[in-house]
């Protein structure tokens, strides 16, 4: 309403604008005809008194070829004694002030706008213009901005009320499903009208902006439920252990051992909760200032001689195919955190005598690091649930582990702006590590 | 219609309606004024004007002054007062415009 206000406002003024400009103008011009001629008929006066001044006055008359001049000088006594006035208009008393006078020129009613001025002597002089036809262009001028000010007005309130109709539904609309959603009924969604205009977008930026708090309050729920269930077990069974101890030891080496132990278990607990305090670390996006242009190749040749050792040891292979140099652009540590993780979950799962392939090249859209294992797989079923944290398939629910692996590597490839992608290898599991190209992520 | 609605459009009534008052023409107007230079007897004035003009020249007037003076008395004979006076007046202007030339 108020900018329906403003506009008729503005509206209003401009057409006052336009008056001015256009018939205004007009007046102004008459006025200043009017004034002229006062002025050359003055300075007649002065320079040969009233026989000069009355000459004149019957010389512009008879050269008025435009036929719109009005004079009139009155004595003392207000008696005629030149002009092509009857008598002195009486409505005209003061000097100084417009009149706008009607006139009778040739059995046709005009206007005229005239002017008094009082000179020497008692004498009166009437000065004026026949503005009829200025007039008339007036009245249509005004007329015309006068209807065009009351249909704005008109539109603008129709306006204004459409507007304020479609905006109250709107709002309306979202105000219920707020408030559903605030008594606790998170299922709730803005209605779409199905137009697809502006205000089904904000209703579908609105549902969006839900569904992806919904998911993430799932998320936080979830981890909540996890962090409870899996802490659980090692914590109950560190202090079992270290009740077990204090009632049944019999010496200071058993006591000690199972202090040991029980301390083994809680170093578990703090490695899940750094490990879940990292993976919010890198979500939050904090590490991008570490990012620099790095060559990955050596990083993979560090991973695999570190790992080859520890597949040696349980019988399985790790070969490695990568260029001699692989350039990227990221945090050295976190993509190495990532392919350890990768690697370290390959060789965990592979059965003995089985053979881990860490495989790198470059690609057109950057750089992919592949690691195929020989192991279980993760079903298709769970593929999506695989880089959730506390996540664990059925094949790991024996192996060590707190499910909390593929959940950094997956946080390390979207800070990277890159993916994490999940395949099977017919057997195992080919989990991809795509990085884009350093052009690519330094540009953005 | 709410509240808000009514008294915007009524605000946008009166708002016409004081604009309207403002610029229409007062009436009341006194009696209009009998303008004297569109008359028959002006008419002789301007040929009288004319005349003794034509006879202050030392040569005959040009063709179109001559016209226009006669088309001007011919009007004012006819009736047709204001545009015989406006060919005499065209006449005067030129012929005063050729006095003060010479």
Redesign the interface.
Known sequence: MVYAVLLALSAAALALFLWWATAGLLDRQTEAAIRSDAQGLSERWADGGLPALVLTIDDRLAGNVDDDAIYFLADPGMRRVAGNLERWPSSVRQSNAWYELPVRRAGITSLALVQRYDLPNGFHLLIGRDVRVRAQLRTLLTDALLWALVIVVAMATAGALVVRSLFKRTLANVSATATAIAAGDFAQRVKLSGRGDEFDQLAETINDMLDRIGRLMDGVRQVSNAIAHDLRTPITRARTRLEDAALHARDADALRAAIERATADLDGIVSVFQALLRISEIEAGSRRSAFARLDVAPLLADIAELYGVVAEEKGVTLAVESPDHLPAYGDRDLIQQAVTNLVDNAVKFTPSGGTVRLRAQTVPSGLEIGVIDQGPGIPDADKSRATERFFRGEAARNTPGAGMGLALVQAVAQLHGGALRLEDAHPGLMAVLALPAPEERQST | ?SR??RI??L???L??LS??MA?A??SG??????????TPQYCL??LD?VSELVRGLAAPPPQEITNLSTDGQRMCEQGQ??GG??RL??A??ML?TQARQR
Do not use: H, K, N, S
């Not at chain 2, 107007?29 to 569109?38: C, K, S, Y």
């Open positions: 219609m808000v609605a915007y459009g605000t946008g009534l708002l016409c604009a309207w610029l023409p007062v107007q006194p009696a209009p004024q009998q303008i004297t230079t569109d004035v301007l004007r007062t204001r006076i406006m007046r065209e005067l202007v005063r």
